[in-house]
């Protein structure tokens, strides 16, 4: 049910974006030198809110307008620096956009119906303010590139906060894992491949691609009909850019296999270095045989660590499977922050959860079947505890890392504070008096003068 209402409230959102471009007279909600915001502009950002899940506040319309204010800013800027991104960028971003959009939608054609519009033509009228928008995040990462601080800035920036408002920490853990993922033989493999060629041969006998891939492809390109948009030879591993930039356009590839299963593709079009392909997906899936000489890979990897006769760090180097971790001895890195120190309340994973949770510092669980959520691939995973932080207060001793975060994140917002201060007060900015009660504006406002309607 849930499905269906999410479903419902994208087409709405669309809709409404569609009647605004058409139906609505324009006009201008602000000025920041040279350049004009537009009440339609606000309203397809506010569409876009509302696309993505937001709900609708029409207070929310005061944020965006800061937002394309602080946009404009930083962009004229880049123009005066030479600040550039490439159309090939901005064509990253665009299909970007153009994926998540149309996998919300349940398909092109549902995306199409509700736009009005082709999704070439939504496109290039999206591109001039996404061209802008990827200038001013270059400018704003240009302002700040330099900004580091010191172990003294980060002890004097720690004295500097109220002891009574310190943050307090969960429970922290280091840890390390080491992934054996299950191998399939030549003939185990082979069920998966002849599936990926009935439907390779479905399309030769002339059913549509589009139709196949919707069906039956098991990537997330699925619901597009298994387009993957315009890009470049480095973004596909090598065996699936040997088929993509071989072919000529209209081409249907053979079978072929890589690390995410059996794939076929056909090309649709080619515009220099990048090529535009769509493609089905049968992913592979271990056996239950494979699973036990996986299992047995494993255990006797757990023996030789658990009596002694080899260390974690050295057995995940050398047997991992997982790249990520294997060449730093096995240990874990936060996703949001880089740090080896991982609060339990991120391990999302019940399975992960359980395995770690019983374990003292410096031991090793016992070989855990876990499933990854995002992938759906499966693995034998053995885990090692390094630390285990109680919770406590934060300290300068125990929290260096996340302060010292703190402390430049801190000195990154005065910096940009300072820019933009300067910027406008050097820069005409009249902002519309349907938005003089916006909070998030005061400071904009009182920059430049109040526009009449």
């Known amino acids: 049910m849930k499905k ?33 915001i537009l009440q339609s502009d606000l309203e397809m950002q506010y569409a876009q809110a509302l696309a993505e899940g937001t709900k609708p506040n029409e207070e929310m319309k005061c944020s965006i307008l800061q937002q394309l204010l602080t946009q404009k800013l930083l962009a004229q800027q880049a123009v005066i620096d030479s600040i550039e991104v490439s159309e090939s960028q901005v064509d990253d971003e665009l299909n970007r956009r153009i994926r998540y959009m149309t996998q919300r939608a349940g398909g092109k054609e549902n995306l199409e119906s509700f ?19 990827l200038k001013a995040q270059r400018m704003q990462q240009t ?90 030879r480095e973004s596909y591993v090598k065996e699936f850019s040997a088929q993509a930039f071989r072919l000529k356009e209209g081409d249907i590839s053979p079978v072929f296999e890589t690390q995410y299963g059996f794939h076929f593709l056909q090309v649709l079009a080619r515009r220099g270095e990048e090529v535009n392909v769509r493609h089905v997906l049968v992913k592979t899936k271990p056996t239950s045989t494979a699973l036990q000489r996986t299992k047995a890979k494993i255990d006797s990897i757990y ?41 339990v309340t ?48 934060a300290s300068l001793e125990q929290d260096f890392a996340k302060i010292k975060e703190a402390a430049k994140q801190n000195k990154t917002n005065i910096k940009l504070s300072e820019w933009f201060e300067s910027r406008k007060d050097n820069t005409f900015i009249d902002v519309n008096s349907d938005f003089m009660n916006c909070q998030e504006l005061e400071d904009w406002v009182s920059t430049g003068k109040v526009a009449k309607n």
């Open 4 to 36: 269906h209402i999410g479903l419902t409230a994208l087409l709405l959102t669309v809709a409404f974006l569609s009647f605004s471009q058409e139906k609505l007279v324009d006009r201008i909600v602000a000025t920041v030198g040279n350049s004009t």
């Open 115 to 133: 736009l009005n519009r082709s999704l070439l033509q939504h496109k290039e009228e999206m591109r001039p303010s996404v061209a802008e928008l």
């Open 143 to 232: 302002i700040v590139s330099k900004i580091d601080v010191t172990p003294q800035e980060v002890k004097k920036y720690f004295e500097s906060l109220d002891a009574d408002s310190l943050p307090y920490f969960d429970t922290e853990i280091e840890y390390a894992q080491l992934v054996i993922n299950p191998v399939l033989t030549k003939e185990e493999k082979q069920i998966f491949k002849d599936k990926a060629e009935g439907y390779r041969q479905q399309v030769l006998n002339g059913s549509d691609f589009g139709t196949i891939a919707r069906l039956y492809s098991e990537d997330g390109s699925a619901p597009s009909g298994g387009d993957l948009g315009f890009a470049t």
């Open 303 to 343: 023996d030789n660590v658990t009596t002694g006769k080899m260390n974690f760090s050295s057995a995940a180097s050398l047997y991992s499977d997982d790249n990520f971790t294997k060449y730093n001895g096995g240990v874990v890195t936060s996703e949001y922050d880089g740090s080896t120190l991982i609060p």
């Open 346 to 393: 991120q391990l999302n994973d019940v399975t992960v959860f359980n395995a770690i949770d019983p374990l003292k510092s410096g031991e090793t669980s016992k070989p855990v079947l876990v499933t990854d959520k995002r992938t759906g691939e499966t693995s034998y995973v053995l885990y090692y505890l390094k630390s285990r932080i109680p919770p406590h207060k």
